[in-house]
């Protein structure tokens, strides 16, 4: 198939968790008027997109996942007239906007769910899942994904609801034609006020098996994890092929699907450019190298990852979706850990592994996402006690585990220290000033202590920040049409330490080679690679340009970046 060039492919996307951003009114929430005072920044970096988590009305039972007013802001956010300037500023310095459509489920505090649960008979009964109790227990054994059982009871018609989160996120019918067209026509609401497109939230969760069965019994637990009859569904890409043609047809947008659970056949019959639905997946596999194998959530284990796994998955989903569909590139967002802290070094090699990090990112097929606070380094943070953290997964999983359990606190806390979403909603830092700058007041959540030296005022008052390396590989990818459109090729398959791959686009080719060790590999150029007069494009270690490419003994966490003729 015939490349397809547009402006999504060749956008660089920044993922914004306005909670944590910036607060522009003291009280220790960030808030949109708080983004609107940090655009210049984000021009500066170099960013074309702009991805808003939920800023609508909610009652925050999972940090704004949990909607009760898709058509309003939320009020520690700001207000509508915020929201607009917001977007009228963003349009004005080029920047689009991506929002947060999240459509799985419902608060419970949402006029269509305080309508459901009133009677059996009531017109927005239908809108959600209710069902009645099986053997006196819950209609069926599935689990939450925040741990307990995926049902609650309601009194008031003496039936269950459905919600694969928490029991204040109710999930939507979707099984339902006039729930379908009432979210069409919020969607069309945003689109018409002028937003630029939708990341959407487990979309590939909207599909239930009909019959709704039992899970597999896997573990010792009351609950069991259920996800092959609501992930993947069996009418998902019917409801999504519908969306597409209600509505995502109708305007010049990108989408973006979170998509746990896909494979590479899911991406190319979702993002196939004639045939598919959305442009891209956030897909899952590379989040869940370092996992046990045996745990439901990669966020409740901790596991060795190794580089060949990395390296297998990026490759697949690489070659798969090449002339057919297309990828995002992520490393992390509001729901991972700190990249740094997971795939690099957050201690001595910091700088350095964090610069690898993005020139890997950068240098994929596929549209890069930079999570706030990516671009300067931030690290996971390490909070004493779990009342510290404020994620309610985070929360869940530690009572579930110590309290109900008995586990042992301290491995508890070892696993959250390592992957507690909280580790990712640590406030922005800006500078060393009390609070990092983020708030004159106290911070709905602390600031991560390292934030004296770790902050967005140093790295840009240095030429050689993490900062300054992000503008160069964002205007190498905007001056180089092989970063975007070049066919990746993998070399040194086996190569445990050295990650190493081409990107060609026709006579242009580029090396890109990547330490993922604090140890110094040797780098041998492959026969077939052989070149007169390779030029360096970009490096995170002073290289000296007499040397010969042929072989390359390399420094802990080094990355490359090479056009050979």
């Given amino acids: 198939m015939q490349i397809q060039k547009t402006w999504w492919k060749e956008s660089v996307v920044y993922q914004i968790y306005p909670r944590s951003f910036y607060d522009s009114n003291g009280d220790g929430i960030g808030d949109l008027r708080g983004i609107i005072q940090k655009l210049d920044y984000l021009t500066d970096l170099g960013v074309d997109v702009i991805w808003l988590c939920p800023v609508y009305r909610s009652p925050n039972d999972d940090n704004g996942y949990d909607i009760s007013d898709y058509q309003d802001i939320m009020p520690e956010f700001g207000t509508l007239a915020d929201w607009e300037e917001l977007l009228a500023q963003m349009h004005q310095?080029?920047?689009?906007?991506?929002?947060?459509?999240?459509?799985?489920?419902?608060?419970?505090?949402?006029?269509?769910?305080?309508?459901?649960?009133?009677?059996?008979?009531?017109?927005?009964?239908?809108?959600y899942i209710w069902r009645s109790r099986k053997d006196g227990r819950e209609p069926n054994n599935w689990a939450s994904l925040f741990g307990g059982s995926a049902w609650q009871y309601d009194e008031a018609t003496d039936e269950y609801y459905l919600h694969l989160f928490t029991k204040k996120q109710v999930d939507l019918n979707w099984e339902n034609p006039k729930l379908r067209a009432d979210i069409y026509a919020m969607m069309r609401w945003w689109l018409d006020k002028g937003i630029d497109g939708f990341r959407m939230d487990v979309i590939n969760m909207i599909s239930k098996a009909p019959d709704l069965p039992d899970a597999p019994t896997?573990?010792?637990?009351?609950?069991?994890?259920?996800?092959?009859?609501?992930?993947?569904?069996?009418?998902?890409?019917?409801?999504?092929?519908?969306?597409?043609?209600?509505?995502l047809s109708k305007y010049d947008i990108v989408t973006v699907?979170?998509?746990?659970?896909?494979?590479?056949?899911?991406?190319?019959?979702?993002?196939?450019a004639e045939t598919g639905h959305l442009n891209m997946v956030f897909q899952f596999e590379h989040m869940n190298i370092d996992e046990d194998p045996s745990a439901a959530l990669s966020r409740r284990s901790i596991w060795p990852w190794q580089l060949r796994d990395l390296k297998r998955i990026m490759?697949?989903?690489?070659?798969?979706?090449a002339d057919k569909g297309w990828n995002s590139q992520y490393l992390s967002n509001h729901d991972m850990p700190r990249a740094v802290s997971r795939f690099g070094d957050d201690g001595q090699?910091?700088?350095?592994?964090?610069?690898?990090?993005?020139?890997?990112?950068?240098?994929?097929?596929?549209?890069?996402?930079?999570?706030?606070?990516?671009?300067?380094g931030m690290t996971n943070v390490k909070f004493p006690s779990i009342e510290d953290y404020r994620d309610v997964e985070t929360r869940n999983f530690y009572r579930e585990f110590v309290e109900e359990n008995h586990g042992n606190p301290e491995a508890v806390m070892q696993i959250i220290h390592a992957k507690s979403r909280d580790n990712a909603r640590t406030p922005l830092q800006w500078n060393a000033s009390e609070q990092a700058?983020?708030?004159?007041?106290?911070?709905w959540i602390q600031v991560n202590p390292n934030y004296t030296t770790?902050?967005?005022?140093?790295?840009?008052?240095?030429?050689?920040?993490?900062?300054?390396?992000?503008?160069?590989?964002?205007?190498?990818?905007?001056?180089?049409p092989v970063i975007i459109y070049g066919k990746y090729h993998l070399i040194l398959d086996d190569d445990p330490a050295i990650y190493a791959f081409t990107r060609t686009l026709d006579r242009d080719r580029l090396l890109v080679i990547l330490n993922f060790t604090k140890t110094n590999p040797v780098f041998v150029l492959p026969d077939h690679l052989s070149t007169t007069d390779p030029v360096l494009l970009i490096a995170n270690y002073p290289v000296d340009a007499t040397k010969e490419l042929q072989k390359i003994t390399l420094q802990p966490f080094e990355a490359r970046v090479y056009r050979l003729s």
């Fill in 257 to 272: 699907g979170e998509m746990p659970m896909v494979t590479t056949e899911h991406g190319i019959a979702i993002t196939h």
């Fill in 437 to 443: 700058g983020f708030t004159s007041g106290t911070p």
């Fill in 93 to 127: 310095r080029g920047i689009k906007l991506i929002m947060d459509l999240v459509v799985n489920h419902t608060s419970d505090e949402h006029p269509w769910f305080v309508e459901s649960r009133k009677s059996k008979d009531n017109p927005y009964r239908d809108y």
């Fill in 349 to 376: 090699y910091r700088v350095e592994s964090a610069k690898l990090l993005a020139t890997f990112l950068h240098m994929l097929q596929g549209t890069p996402y930079i999570y706030q606070g990516e671009e300067i």
């Fill in 315 to 321: 490759t697949q989903w690489q070659n798969d979706l």
């Fill in 454 to 480: 770790i902050n967005v005022e140093r790295d840009r008052a240095d030429s050689n920040s993490i900062f300054a390396y992000y503008q160069e590989l964002i205007r190498l990818r905007k001056t180089n």
């Fill in 218 to 247: 896997v573990t010792g637990d009351r609950y069991q994890y259920g996800g092959q009859y609501f992930i993947n569904g069996p009418r998902l890409r019917e409801f999504l092929a519908e969306m597409k043609r209600e509505v």
